[in-house]
């Protein structure tokens, strides 16, 4: 099967999808897959390979002489359809423009398949504020928020820094209302800090809000599956930064800056079966199909939901495939699993991988209802 994986795009977060794509490239299985990677440059243009990527072969993003373009987003979709006879899209793909449900509506429109979450699941968790809407409505505890009616290009700071110390104490996150990997997040203690915050992000981004600090052990849940089938609660990452006072990108990608332990120490079989349950209510009450990664804080008086990524990292440093290994899933198979789970969403049909032994592979449920497993990692949706 032909499979296409994209990289790179126009949000922010351009460089870590470059390296999730390589790690996503080096390890899909070769006797399953022939493998075509695509380039998103952040003008927006598409740069497929002219040929599969062989075995061991390394991926130049952008080099002109292994790709065919430039070619914009529905010239690029065709080609890889109707030439290279691409039949499924990985997206390794962070922020927007790439995990916010813009490109799953174009491959949708395309009946093109693709590997995680649909268009309106995609756009829902990408957008902080809705996702704190959805989660509330669920039942699922969330931390108190200030939310201003202007946008960051107007915003009046020393307006907004009174109401903000009046609605959720200082210090703050102030978050960009659609972002990721840490990129429009901010520690806010001072009038002076926001202003900074406001200036670094209003051209990037457009809305904004605010939530109070909830002190306590930040950690991350990855879920496998898709809504309508079982779900795989994997193995709960602690995280714990060496530099900062919170989970920032330089506590993500730095080496030796963050230490992230899974699960995390000291933690008893019921304190991680409350976080896993947390991370399936939300990745059902989304629509999250495929994968997503849940981070929270274990608060003195129980977890407190951060958000909800569709499509985690796969870097090197990632937090989904730590989690993965820990429950015994290496990368390929992870990536194997992932395939399966867009094969059978999409109803497609071709060649499922092997499964090793204790892995369940993943199977299509009646709406509404739970399949029962005995695998010590699964948690019953």
Request: charged content about 20%; glycine content about 8%; overall charge negative.
């Amino acid at each position: 099967m032909d499979i296409a994986v994209f990289g790179g795009g126009r949000s922010p977060e351009h460089d870590i999808s470059v390296r999730s794509a390589r790690m996503v490239l080096a390890n899909l299985d070769r006797q399953r897959f022939r493998v075509w990677p695509v380039f998103l440059d952040q003008a927006g243009m598409f740069w497929p390979h002219r040929k599969p990527l062989q075995a061991g072969e390394e991926w130049e993003p952008g080099n002109r002489s292994t790709a065919h373009g430039p070619l914009r987003a529905g010239t690029a979709i065709d080609w890889l359809v109707e030439v290279a006879r691409v039949r499924m899209v990985f997206p390794a793909l962070h922020g927007p423009y790439g995990e916010d449900g813009r490109l799953q509506g174009m491959l949708e429109i395309g009946d093109v398949p693709f590997v995680g979450s649909d268009c309106l699941a995609s756009a829902l968790a990408m957008n902080k504020q809705r996702t704190r809407q959805i989660l509330q409505q669920s039942g699922i505890r969330v931390a108190d928020a200030y939310v201003p009616e202007a946008p960051l290009a107007s915003c009046d700071v020393e307006v907004e820094w009174r109401s903000l110390v009046e609605q959720v104490g200082s210090p703050a996150f102030c978050k960009a209302e659609c972002s990721g990997s840490s990129r429009g997040v901010a520690r806010v203690a001072s009038q002076k800090e926001l202003q900074t915050f406001v200036d670094a992000n209003k051209r990037t981004f457009h809305r904004w809000f605010a939530e109070s600090l909830v002190a306590g052990e930040e950690l991350t849940v990855p879920v496998l599956g898709n809504r309508d089938g079982a779900l795989r609660a994997l193995p709960p990452i602690g995280i714990y930064p060496r530099f900062a006072d919170h989970f920032d990108e330089r506590a993500k990608y730095e080496k030796g800056a963050c230490d992230e332990i899974c699960p995390p120490p000291g933690w008893t079989q019921e304190r991680i079966a409350q976080v896993q349950h947390i991370a399936l209510q939300c990745h059902r009450a989304l629509g999250c199909d495929g994968m997503s990664r849940t981070d929270m804080i274990f608060a003195a008086d129980g977890p407190v939901v951060l958000e909800v990524n569709t499509i985690p990292g796969m870097t090197d440093a990632s937090l989904l495939p730590k989690a993965a290994q820990t429950a015994g899933i290496a990368i390929p198979q992870l990536l194997n699993m992932l395939v399966d789970y867009a094969l059978d969403r999409w109803n497609v049909d071709a060649p499922r991988a092997c499964v090793a032994p204790g892995v369940r592979r993943p199977q299509a449920a009646a709406s509404g209802q739970a399949r029962a497993t005995t695998s010590a990692n699964v948690v019953d949706a």
